[in-house]
């Protein structure tokens, strides 16, 4: 690991964006006005205020956006919150790129994309379909499905519909999980779309959300005729410092924040049962 990594920077918000009620999409250089570090899609990094915490966020702008990085976060407890506080000329302190990224330039390459996400689990996949969109040249067709609980609570919105959707070679499909007035696209869960939607086995799936969510999509593609080893996903619960010291994240002979947080499903299975 870099040992840069580990020392915190400072950074300075320059845009804050409300994607829903209560996530919100920080753009953060730092002091000289340029972007922090590089870093591969799928990556994370510790942002902290000192005195309230510190905590692993994924970094979802792509590295093709060479002026700044963007978090996009979540109000859930009091980090989060002090965070949602934060406004534009701010600092924060950011320390990264920690992980192991989707391998966009190995296993990716030449391949039909599949991209199934719920709720802010697209804030991680974000960076790589924004990657891939960069580099269209060298990836093959791409799908999106995407849903949440509401319509308001779709996250990248505008960004979808004014530019993923208008992408080359692209599909989105966008789901709510109840009916309400406003919204007269799909109604119903991202597993149950997914598999409806009956995509061909030539595709690598990526997928991020809830783990019920995950759980049931992955069953989804089995009966479809996917295998473990064409399924990719993204997990950051647990990381704690981001290096392998604290254990927080071990589980079997793997450290999320190390070996993590990008997993084929046929490593997950050899991991206990626990996880």
């Known amino acids: 690991m870099n040992k840069e990594a580990l020392i915190p920077v400072v950074g300075v918000v320059t845009d804050v964006r409300t994607e829903t009620p209560d996530v919100k999409t920080f753009r953060v250089v730092g002091l000289d006005g340029k972007k922090l570090f590089e870093h591969i899609p799928g990556q994370c990094a510790m942002l902290s205020i000192p005195g309230v915490g510190e905590a692993m966020f994924s970094i ?3 590295p093709t956006q060479e002026a700044y990085m963007e978090f996009s976060i979540k109000r859930c407890g009091c980090l989060t ?3 949602h506080q934060i406004e534009p000329e701010q600092q924060v302190l950011v320390r ?3 992980g192991n990224g989707f391998p966009v330039e190995g296993a990716f390459r030449g391949k039909d994309l599949l991209f199934i ?3 802010i689990g697209l804030a991680p996949l974000r960076s790589v379909v924004n990657y891939c969109r960069a580099h269209r040249e060298n990836y093959g067709h791409i799908d999106v499905v995407y849903g949440s609980r509401s319509k308001a609570d779709l996250v990248f919105i505008d960004e979808i519909q004014n530019e993923w959707m208008h992408e080359k070679d692209m599909n ?14 799909h109604v119903g869960f991202v597993p149950n779309y997914a598999q409806e939607l009956g995509f061909d086995t030539n595709k690598t799936a990526i997928l ?4 019920i969510m995950i759980h049931f999509t992955l069953l989804g593609l089995k009966k479809l005729g996917f295998v473990d080893s064409q399924v ?4 950051e619960m647990r990381m704690k410092c981001g290096i392998g010291k604290c254990g927080r994240c071990n589980i079997g002979d793997k ?6 947080p990008v997993f084929r499903f046929d490593e997950l299975s050899e991991l206990p049962d626990e996880y």
């Open 60 to 62: 979802t702008s792509s």
């Open 81 to 83: 919150t002090w965070l």
């Open 96 to 98: 990264g790129p920690y």
């Open 117 to 119: 996400a719920g709720g």
């Open 172 to 185: 989105v499909y966008l789901t709510i999980d109840r009916e309400q007035p406003d919204w007269d696209g």
């Open 208 to 211: 991020c959300g809830p783990p």
């Open 232 to 235: 990719y996903t993204t997990m």
């Open 255 to 260: 450290f999320v924040c190390k070996d993590g």
